[in-house]
């Protein structure tokens, strides 16, 4: 994001929450066509979309350099400004079917918001449809009814998609009673499984939901293909190592700052009391071990923003890796970078694995403490044959060892294993999801338009 945008979110969100505040939609409507991303061409097709980490990447992956299409951006931060005029924070992802019906007069004037601003925007934009990363965004509920009202398809690349059993269970719970059916025109998924979990739901009806794949794969396809022919061997070999948190996976209902429940709602005592905590100091551990007896070898322990946090919670701040200068902690950001050059890569519960495995690299995964008994293993990502299991500290450490020691120059083709399980979770062996998620929006303007 360019200082010139990130100075206009600082300006113009709050000026349209001020609008919304003061009942002069239209007002906001204008300003916010104004804020819409001129495309950098025209072209037949014209789509808008709410950006957000990982949907954003998939749509560069489907959409990135066709001619028939133009993408146009408009920030989420637009879309939320509303919102609180509204809706107080305690109404969120989590609850906005199930809130009390005292909110249902609030959400209908939101919604009446949203007929009065949309036309302005829509002016601006000329979509032919609106593209989002889930079908379950709060601030999105009303806009997509009213989007679809007016005749614009309203799609939803849902980015989210490693449902374990135990995750099963648990989502299409939460889906049936916490998240009202997708107001929108169709959802795009990466697997069957979460098809089949939004469906028992009541999200959608199944011919209203395609299974396409995870589309930012098909770049790690193409550069393993590329990259079984090079020759160059890495300076150093490196161990990438993707943090997660000890709720990584479980179940937990995050929520909104500012609502009477914190930033984490209680649930019954079983699932309130499920987390990977010895897994994760032992992970992380196991990084700072590699590391400190490794001097020849980088380890990068890849994490989101709340990675410092998490640590000294879990570690009670006895876990320091300033001191090892062959240690490198990274946060945020695409991982696409990091995975190519990293000679072995490890992680839990996260779709990096799938990643890793579609650039042909060699994966291990940590299924030693609460990953190897108890009531958390039904949470466990199962990535069968295509990664290299631990069952301990040590054999987790040495297999680390081990495959940075191999030449870590990928194969061109998969093995059978690898094809198997991108299958399964990612939808995508073959590098061709973001032609069939391109073709299934193409088809669905198609349709609205005929």
């Not at 593209?131 to 799609?155: K, M, R």
């Not at 028992?200 to 589309?215: D, F, K, L, T, W």
């Not at 990096?352 to 958390?376: M, N, Y």
């Not at 293993?377 to 290299?388: I, M, Q």
Request: proline letters at 8%.
């Amino acid at each position: 994001m360019t200082l010139r945008e990130t100075l206009g979110l600082h300006v113009a969100a709050p000026m349209i929450g001020r609008l919304a505040r003061r009942g002069k939609a239209q007002t906001a409507g204008r300003l916010m066509a104004r804020l819409v991303s001129p495309p950098p061409m025209d072209a037949p097709t014209r789509l808008l979309t709410l950006p957000k980490p990982g949907f954003t990447q998939d749509a560069q992956a489907a959409f990135s350099g066709d001619s028939r299409v133009a993408v146009l951006g408009f920030n989420r931060a637009y879309v939320k400004a509303p919102y609180p005029s509204f809706l107080p924070p305690e109404v969120d992802d989590n609850n906005y079917r199930s809130a009390a019906p005292e909110y249902d007069a609030p959400k209908a004037a939101l919604r009446e918001f949203w007929a009065q601003a949309w036309p302005h925007i829509q002016n601006r934009a000329r979509a032919d449809a609106v593209l989002t990363g889930n079908f379950g965004y709060f601030a999105e509920q009303e806009l997509a009814d009213v989007v679809e009202a007016q005749g614009t398809p309203f799609i939803a690349m849902h980015k989210e998609s490693l449902k374990t059993p135990g995750r099963q269970v648990f989502f299409e719970r939460l889906y049936r009673t916490r998240r009202q059916p997708f107001p929108g025109r169709r959802i795009l998924v990466y697997n069957t499984i979460e098809r089949d979990v939004q469906v028992a739901a009541g999200i959608a009806p199944s011919e209203n939901i395609s299974v396409c794949g995870m589309p930012r794969l098909d770049a790690l396809h193409a550069w393993r293909v590329q990259a079984a022919h090079d020759t160059d061997p890495p300076a150093r070999p490196m161990v990438l190592m993707f943090s997660f948190h000890p709720k990584t996976g479980l179940p937990f209902i995050p929520r909104k700052p500012g609502g009477p429940q914190g930033r984490m709602e209680s649930l019954g005592a079983d699932e309130q009391a499920l987390a990977w905590t010895t897994l994760h100091l032992e992970f992380h551990k196991a990084a700072a071990r590699l590391a400190r007896e490794n001097p020849d070898l980088d380890v990068v322990v890849k994490g989101k923003a709340d990675l410092p946090k998490w640590l000294k919670e879990t570690t009670g701040g006895s876990l320091d890796f300033d001191d090892l200068p062959n240690l490198r902690v990274v946060v945020g950001g695409d991982p696409h970078d990091l995975i190519k050059a990293a000679s072995v890569i490890t992680g839990f519960g996260t779709t990096a694995l799938l990643e890793a495995l579609a650039a042909g690299k060699r994966v291990v995964l940590p299924q030693f403490a609460e990953a190897a008994t108890g009531d958390t293993v039904p949470f466990v990502l199962d990535l069968a044959g295509a990664a290299e299991i631990a069952g301990s500290v040590d054999d987790f450490v040495d297999r680390l060892l081990r495959g940075a020691q191999v030449d870590p120059t990928p194969a061109e083709h998969l093995a059978p294993e690898s094809i198997e399980i991108l299958d399964i979770w990612a939808g995508n062996s073959d590098g061709g999801a973001g032609a069939r998620v391109a073709q299934a929006v193409l088809d669905e303007i198609a349709a609205a338009q005929s």
